[in-house]
């Protein structure tokens, strides 16, 4: 019994992933958009840390 619930686990798993599966996610074009993307977010992140570095340098000076 214990068996046959765990083979239906591992059924309904491939079923959910295959139907989420998109084979578009890995086309050149989207990758380099994806990466592109996380770039400007890492850079922007980037320059609010450095800007809030220089706010809290200026405010210890105070």
């Known amino acids: 019994m214990g068996r046959m ?3 239906i686990l591992i059924i309904a798993s491939i079923v959910g992933l295959y139907h989420t599966f998109n084979l578009d996610d890995f086309t050149k074009e989207n990758m380099e ?6 770039k400007t977010i890492n850079a ?7 800007r809030r570095l220089e ?3 200026v405010m210890d000076q105070f």
């Open 44 to 50: 922007v992140q980037q320059g609010r840390e450095k």
């Open 5 to 7: 619930l765990f083979l």
């Open 55 to 57: 706010a809290e340098k």
């Open 33 to 38: 958009a994806t990466i592109k993307k996380e």
